[in-house]
């Protein structure tokens, strides 16, 4: 049964949508499955821009071999919240969806996809160092982390590591908790006990968050609660916002409400509504 | 034979996660049934913090291997189904009784009885 494919280009005219043959979805399967690099960056495509902003591909039947919706861009194939993305520097799958657009996009606007897929995916290091769309405050540590989600969005660690991982930048594979390490974990799920608990393990309180670390003296981190239930933690990046890790889920850097995060005392934390403290930890420090 | 559960929610401790009794596995499969007929484009984003769905794992015949359910939608890799008036999620936040705490419980019932 078909496979529809949109072709999103348009601000006030709907979208070119075509249907794909069996033979044709299961040869954009084949071709998905030669994409093998991992990604946890999205095409900037789905930001909305004016212009050419990938392919969305829809199976509208069960299928065997395709993913059941995903979105094409800028060489990235962006398969959801759950899975980490795939690039394929070459964008031979937007290439080939492009190709079984003829009859169905009006010359013109062939020509202006084609001309924005013959320009090379964007590198890693590019993506990484794209401006994010806010301003962020200045990074004071040295140390700081440098905003990396391709280290912990993989099968052998996403799972396995959480937000107190995460924001003291130490894969465990131990599901970190706060003072385990340290015979000191904590024993209520409120702000005083596991700040209490980290300092176990090392962190030490910060609630002026702004003050210079030099090299070799750690990062800032932040501790936010939600009552009686469970913790979270935030890191400031080498480029001054911050990011997190929610528990097995990837690793981001937008808080609930999908905006870059300036603040974790002030951006959408969802149901973790205490905010605790601000904290430094080090490469000395000790997690399990 | 298992269905394994896992209520995707919290982001430090480790997510709660249990085994479905026979008598529940009957049920769900029951309650699949009546589903495969509706499928979905949508596929609702959960929030990075909070409540996230259920992560069904199951080694029965006749049922999917991997399934999410969240916010009235029941993910597999075949696709995406409606689950009308959240039936099978508003059941399986039921289920979770005597495999969460309290408060979690509680805080499921609220979500459940808001949605």
Sequence with gaps: MPTIVTLDVFSGRPNPTWVLSDGDAQHLSERLGAVQQLTT??????????GYRGFVVTPTEDSQHLHPKFHVHEGIIDLGMREPNLISHEREVESWLLSTARGAVDPEVLSHVEADIKKPAPSHAELLARPPHVACPHCAAQDAPVYNPAKWNIPSVQPHNNCYNYANDHITNTFAQPGRAHGKMYTALACPNVDAAAQADG????????????????????LVVWPGHDYHWYR???????????????????????????DPKTCNRGPYINFCTYMITTRHVVIK | MAVEVILDIYSGRENPKWRLAPPEIHELQQKLNGIWKKKTDHLPDPPGLGYRGFHLSATEENMPKHMTVFEGVVQTESGNFQDPDRGIEKWLMQKSKGHVDKATYDYLVSLAEAK
């Design chain 1, 236 to 262: 400031q990046d080498k480029v001054g916002c911050w990011s997190h890790k929610p528990g097995s889920t990837a690793a981001r850097n937008v808080d609930n409400s999908n905006k870059p995060i300036t």
């Design chain 1, 203 to 222: 962190l030490v309180n910060s609630p002026n968050f702004s003050k210079p670390l030099a090299a070799g003296h750690g990062w800032y981190v932040a």
């Design chain 1, 41 to 50: 960056q999205k095409p900037s495509g789905v930001l909305g821009a004016l």
